[in-house]
């Protein structure tokens, strides 16, 4: 190369160095703090893509952001709150159920869900999320099910498989985990599902149906924990745990859900079990019990947000 061509060149790539790389917004993007990214849920951990499917159940809806809210408890999913660009509330732990309820009593018109994983809303908080379905309560509930509890040091949870290995039980599980869909719908929930991180397209479409129906709505993701989860139990990477949801998930709409509970390494079923249009809300109820008791002396919520307007 001659000394010409080389200056050329030279001069080419402090051109390409020197050019602006202009970065396009992501598609999600207004639904998202996008001044709190990076966000703290470990490389690999399925969090992240159910924030996403959310968000995109949202877009598709064209939802307006003003009349939904987001609740969520402790833990890994707890912090999806803090990274939603909405109302948005992380509670304390095991209490994201009571507080969207206050919050759906309060404001009618809101479209509230609540964020959380299994050790928050199925162990400390179990007593508030059984009795939120037996009343039918009108918000959607987003269970991120990774088997454990990811954050605090990997502690047997209450939906940790039998055999597999915690910190706090290091020889294996023998408590008998709870089966999420069967024990939502046994308790009156309106709308339940179940499906993994790896079904991007079904998941986002449940997030859209929980979003249009009323009721108690439950939808169980199952997420995989690399850091946690698959380590201590030598399942591989997160890569590995997606190639496990090829191989051994089967989808199953409308099938029993006392069928569809999770053993280790298992298969695992997933689909949509539950879906019940009419049935009538905690607030419908409640407001037909008291006219009918009280006749006109009963003045019921006004459907479009309390007496507090702007």
């Known amino acids: ?33 996008m001044d709190r990214m990076p966000h703290i849920w470990c490389p690999t951990c399925g969090i992240g893509t159910v924030v996403k499917c959310y968000a995109s159940a949202l877009e598709n809806l064209k939802l307006d952001l ?54 928050d809303l199925s162990g400390i908080g179990g007593n508030h999320f059984i009795h939120s379905a037996r009343r039918h309560m009108d918000i959607l509930v987003i269970l991120v099910n990774n088997f454990i509890y990811a954050m605090t040091g990997g502690q047997n949870a209450p939906t940790t498989p039998l055999g597999a290995n915690s910190s706090t039980m290091p020889f294996g599980n023998f408590e008998p985990p709870f089966n999420l869909p069967h024990l939502a719908a046994s308790c009156g929930a309106s709308y339940v599902a179940r499906w993994t991180c790896l079904h991007i397209r079904r ?15 439950f ?8 850091t946690l989860y698959a380590r201590r139990n030598r399942l591989g990477t997160g890569l590995n745990l997606l190639l496990f949801f090829v191989v051994f998930v089967e989808i199953q709409h409308g099938v ?20 019940d249009e009419e049935q009538t809300t905690f607030l419908e109820n409640m407001n037909a019990h008291y006219e009918r008791v009280l006749g006109d002396k009963y003045v019921s919520m006004p459907p479009e947000g ?4 702007e």
């Open 219 to 226: 939808i169980e993701i199952i997420a995989p924990c690399s």
């Open 66 to 119: 003003d009349k939904v809210a987001i609740v969520s408890g402790i833990g890994c999913t707890g912090r999806v709150a803090g990274y939603m660009n909405m109302d948005a509330f992380h509670t304390t732990h095991g209490r994201a159920v009571p507080f969207a309820t206050g919050l759906k009593l309060g404001r009618p018109e809101l479209n509230v869900t609540v964020f959380s994983g299994d050790g």
């Open 306 to 309: 309390g007496w507090i307007h």
């Open 256 to 275: 029993d859900t006392r069928e569809v509970g999770i053993a280790f390494q298992e298969k695992i079923i997933c689909g949509k079990f539950v879906d």
């Open 1 to 33: 190369m001659s000394a010409e061509a080389e200056t050329q060149s030279a001069e080419a790539e402090t051109q390409v160095e020197k050019r602006e790389v202009q970065a396009e917004e992501h598609p999600v993007a207004p639904f998202i703090r």
């Open 203 to 217: 998941m986002t479409k449940a997030f859209e149906e929980g979003l249009e129906r009323k009721g108690f709505r």
